[in-house]
């Protein structure tokens, strides 16, 4: 199937690893060129080189704290001008779990929500000339079951759900859609739930169990459900939280 994404441009935050390393890939390997970046610049150079050479796409890789609003509504600003306009924006960087005090809410609040409106903001004047343009937005399936406990993570990650829905609507209208994909416990070396096997193995046990297929998911499986929701192939779907989680979640979805 052709996305229709070849020779088109795509912006994705928190790019070096993980989810978001492997959603450039996805969307390079499919011709897009690609802005990628991470707050380590080392690791930025690096991955914007491998995936450059990878699939012979333009790349822009420059490190950007998205936490920093001036210097990452600087850094898109420079990519879209660099890629020369913007088909697909993925804010994907998140600020992590955990429950420990009020830090974590105002963090999640900075991180998830902000990074994501902020970006919205500035990318849409571009998205909008381009005639097709898609916002996907990273979520967690955290945001739609009880997990763990009342975390700011969890509580951020569904008002991103509430947002993308009611931003979905007030730019159809200009040519823009926008989409959540929220994905399950997603294992890759490197990552969070790799860390959690290692020391907390009775809770990567517990969790696993709860999925019906026996596996967690990984990275490129998540890439694959945003690439389809970034293309014009998707071009009927807008406002929906597509949950990418091998059936770890247990609600059913009406
Ligand atoms: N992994 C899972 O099981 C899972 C499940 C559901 C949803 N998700 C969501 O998927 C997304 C990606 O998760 P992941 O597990 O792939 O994360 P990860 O492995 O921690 O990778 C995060 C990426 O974002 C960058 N980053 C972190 N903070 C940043 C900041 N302030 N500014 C710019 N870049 C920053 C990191 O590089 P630097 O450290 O160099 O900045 C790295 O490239 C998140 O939104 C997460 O909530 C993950």
Redesign the pocket.
């Known amino acids: 199937m052709d996305l229709g994404l070849k020779g088109k441009n795509a912006i994705i935050?928190?790019?070096?690893?993980?989810?978001?390393?492997a959603i450039a890939e996805r969307l390079a390997s499919e011709g897009m060129n690609v802005a990628i970046?991470?707050?380590?610049d080392e690791?930025?150079a690096a991955a914007g080189k491998e995936i450059a050479e990878a699939h012979g796409v333009k790349v822009f890789a420059k490190p950007?704290?998205?936490?920093d609003a001036e210097a990452y509504k600087a850094w898109l600003e420079a990519a879209i001008e660099d890629l020369g306009g913007l088909d697909v924006f993925v804010p994907?960087?998140?600020g992590?779990g955990g429950m420990d005090s009020e830090k974590n809410w105002w963090r999640n609040f900075e991180?998830?929500v902000l990074h994501t409106v902020r970006g919205a903001e500035t990318c849409l004047p571009a998205l909008k000339e381009s005639g097709a343009g898609a916002i996907v937005i990273?979520?967690?399936?955290?945001a739609v079951e009880t997990f763990m406990g009342p975390m700011a993570?969890n509580a951020m990650?569904a008002a991103l759900v509430t947002y993308s829905k009611q931003l979905s609507q007030f730019v159809a209208g200009k040519g823009v859609r926008v989409n959540t994909v929220?994905?399950?416990?997603?294992?890759?070396e490197?990552?969070?739930?790799e860390m959690i096997k290692g020391t907390m193995p009775k809770m990567y046990e517990g969790v696993l169990k709860q999925i019906p297929a026996g596996r967690?998911g990984t990275?490129e499986e998540?890439a694959n459900v945003v690439a389809f929701l970034a293309s014009p192939a998707a071009s009927l779907v807008t406002g929906v939280n597509l949950v990418a989680d091998n059936g770890f979640t247990k609600r059913v979805q009406l």
């Open positions: 935050t928190g790019s070096t690893r993980g989810i978001g390393r970046g991470a707050r380590d690791a930025t950007c704290n998205v936490k994907n960087v998140s992590g991180i998830d990273i979520g967690s399936t955290n993570y990650k929220s994905p399950g416990p997603i294992y890759f490197g990552g969070a739930w967690m990275p998540v």
